[in-house]
Each structure stands twice: as C-alpha cells, then as structure tokens.
C-alpha cells in the first residue's frame, strides 16, 4: 500500500519557537493533503485541506497564521506552527490522497510538546 | 454537515469474547464512503475497511465483521473471539468522495481486552 511519512515523530520545543512538520508521500503523488489534529483521548479534527501548488483551506476556529501550511510539491506538505504555546501541544496526523476515486493514507503522526 | 457517533467510550471484554463497536452517522449526501481506523497505542491510524453508500453488503475479513445498514445509518463493527493485541481504539469515520475530501472521524470507542 502507499506510503505517507511524517517528520519528526516527536518535538519538544519551548514556548514562543516555531516548529515545522513535514508529511511526504513516498510511493505516489499527493494531490491533495489533510492536516489533523488530535488532543489526548480526543478524536482526530480537520485542521485545513491543502492542493498542491494552491493556498490551503483551514476549518473554522483554526488560525492560518498560527498554523502555516505548505504543499510546494506533490509529495511534500510542510505544517509550521508559529510562536507555539503549551496548549497547541497535541498529535499532529497528515494524510494524503493521489485523487478523487483514491483512498487516503495516514502519516504515523508527529507528537508535540510544548514547554 | 457530516456527523459520526460512537456512543461507546470505552469498552472492556475478557479475552475470546465477541464484542461489537457502534457507529451511527449522519449525512445529507446521496453518496458517501465509511470507514474504520484502528488506533493502537502507538498513535499510527490503522485503515481496516472502507464502505460506499450503494454497497450494503456485510463484510467480513477473519475475525472482523462489518454490518452496515441504511436504514439506521449504522455501520458496526464486531471482534469475534477477541484478542489482546485488539486493544486499542477505534474510529469510525465518514467521507464524502473517496479520498480528496475530508473525513469526519467519531469520537472514538477505547477497546481493552482483557486477558
């Protein structure tokens, strides 16, 4: 089956930084990109869909300057989330999809934590 | 809007017991796919089935079996003869095309089984 890695698999990082996620898939051509979160115990909520080469569309109450997406290829998306703070601390999933009739792949997700 | 129940939070059998998760989903397209995730504690989404709105056929692959009916927008999950390598939790989810839109995931069912 296709492939999607996320980098790193866990971040600590301290209060007012900026990390950077990537998701990449390896096998096949990501048109489109999902970025989730997922808080403890808590199930996985859209935080923005990403095409290639366009802007990405955020869900509402998710802040698009906190949390910058980029999808400059097909097989990479970045997540940056600006001027972290402890309570963005959560798991990070991307998905990937290589079209419409395709199912998606789930990254293994990146674990944040925020001091 | 697209809606995905899991009323079950946490769910505990002894070992080689049956056990059945509920899904109840709620959604205004005509077509639309459903799914189910396992998420063991290592955090990575595990994909188990995928389910489209025409086929109402029950499925069934080894142990696990999937009961999808329109008629009370269901689609449950049943662990014959449960293991413990089982634990984990699972979710449910909802789609609107197969795989560039974004899935509407359920709460969440945390499966222990009990040795």
């Known amino acids: 089956g296709a492939v999607v890695s996320q980098h790193p698999s866990r971040v600590i990082c301290k209060s007012g930084t900026s990390v950077k996620i990537e998701c990449r898939s390896l096998d096949f051509q990501a048109t489109t990109m999902f970025w989730y979160r997922q808080f403890p115990k808590q199930s996985l909520m859209l935080m923005a869909t990403s095409n290639e080469g366009s802007k990405a569309t955020y869900e509402q109450g998710v802040e698009k300057d906190k949390f910058l997406i980029n999808h400059a290829s097909l097989t990479l998306s970045t997540l940056t989330v600006t001027s972290a703070h402890p309570e963005d601390s959560s798991f990070y999933i991307c998905?990937?999809?290589?079209?419409?009739?395709?199912?998606?792949?789930f990254g293994p997700g990146t674990r944040l934590t925020v001091t | 809007a697209q809606k995905v129940t899991q009323a079950q939070t946490e769910i505990s059998v002894v070992e080689k017991e049956d056990v059945t998760l509920d899904c109840v989903y709620e959604t205004r397209d005509t077509t639309y796919y459903l799914f189910w995730y396992k998420q063991p504690p290592s955090g990575e989404l595990v994909f188990l089935i995928r389910r489209n709105s025409f086929d109402e056929q029950n499925e069934i692959s080894g142990r696990y079996s999937w009961n999808f009916q329109k008629s009370t927008s269901s689609f449950n999950f049943t662990i014959t003869a449960s293991q413990v390598v089982d634990s984990a939790v699972y979710f449910c989810?909802?789609?609107?095309?197969?795989?560039?839109?974004?899935?509407?995931f359920g709460t969440g069912t945390r499966l222990t089984i009990i040795p």
């Open positions: 989810a909802l789609g609107a095309n197969f795989g560039n839109e974004k899935l509407t």
């Open positions: 998905s990937a999809s290589d079209g419409p009739n395709y199912e998606q792949y």
